[in-house]
């Protein structure tokens, strides 16, 4: 239950919990219909035991419809999985900024948009495993890992992106509230892994600015 910090942590979750909630249904009736069989037709004195190879039409229907069922309810998540996929994955808004996120082991590299809030020019800010963002402002990442696959999570945004070596990955966030928040590497990279996080630091407009102007005179 931590916070949702980005505008489609609550899709996600919302998500995870349909699941929990449709596939808990079908566990307890399942449950239920299991014991309630159990106690029905448990062994009595003087009633034999009969002997079903399983095509009767009246055996049959306890897998029929429960499979029927489930199936509705599977389409039903698919559904609503493949829209926030495309949301989050697929359909990239136009971004207020730009910036670079390398991994590599065991550190995160972020490459930051100087006062011409533009990347790949000379006052671009460098930083190793500390992010620092705009509260309510569209950022673009392009995703790059350096030596092995790494995966770019920050666990409040809902954000889970493979970083793989040779390529560009782009993905976008948006985030909803200013703090301080968690970095971390959701794949296994090497003895290192344990120690890959990094934060990232969500900021309001006017301290996101100072800490830019204070970043580009430092470096």
């Known amino acids: 239950m931590i916070d949702q910090a980005s505008t489609y942590a609550a899709d996600i979750d919302n998500i995870i919990i349909w699941v929990a909630v449709l596939a808990g249904?079908?566990?307890f009736v399942a449950e239920g219909v299991f014991f309630w069989l159990i106690l029905k037709y448990r062994a009595k004195p003087g009633v034999k035991a009969?002997?079903?190879?399983?095509?009767e039409n009246h055996v049959k229907k306890w897998v029929t419809w429960p499979h029927v069922g489930?199936?509705?309810?599977?389409?039903?998540?698919?559904?609503?999985?493949?829209?926030?996929?495309?949301?989050?994955?697929?359909?990239?808004?136009?971004?207020?900024?730009?910036?670079?996120?390398?991994?590599?082991?065991w550190a995160w590299t972020f490459q930051h948009p100087g006062q011409d809030n533009q990347l790949d020019t000379d006052d671009d800010?460098?930083?190793?495993?500390e992010l620092h963002v705009e509260v309510d402002q569209t950022y673009h990442f392009l995703l790059e890992a350096t030596d092995v696959l790494h995966s770019f999570s920050i666990?409040?945004?809902?954000?889970?992106?493979?970083?793989?070596?040779?390529?560009?990955i782009t993905g976008w966030f948006e985030a909803t509230q200013t703090g301080e928040y968690d970095v971390q590497c959701a794949e296994?990279?090497?003895?290192?892994?344990?120690?890959?996080?990094?934060?990232?630091?969500?900021?309001?407009?006017?301290g996101h600015a100072a800490w830019v102007a204070s970043a580009a005179t430092a470096q």
């Open 25 to 27: 249904f079908w566990f």
């Open 50 to 55: 009969q002997y079903l190879e399983g095509h």
């Open 70 to 105: 489930i199936l509705a309810f599977d389409f039903v998540i698919i559904v609503m999985a493949i829209m926030v996929w495309y949301d989050v994955k697929q359909q990239l808004p136009e971004p207020d900024r730009t910036i670079r996120v390398i991994g590599q082991q």
């Open 125 to 129: 800010i460098f930083t190793v495993d």
């Open 155 to 168: 666990p409040v945004f809902r954000i889970k992106q493979d970083a793989i070596p040779g390529r560009t």
């Open 188 to 206: 296994i990279c090497g003895i290192g892994h344990g120690v890959m996080a990094a934060r990232v630091h969500i900021e309001d407009s006017d």
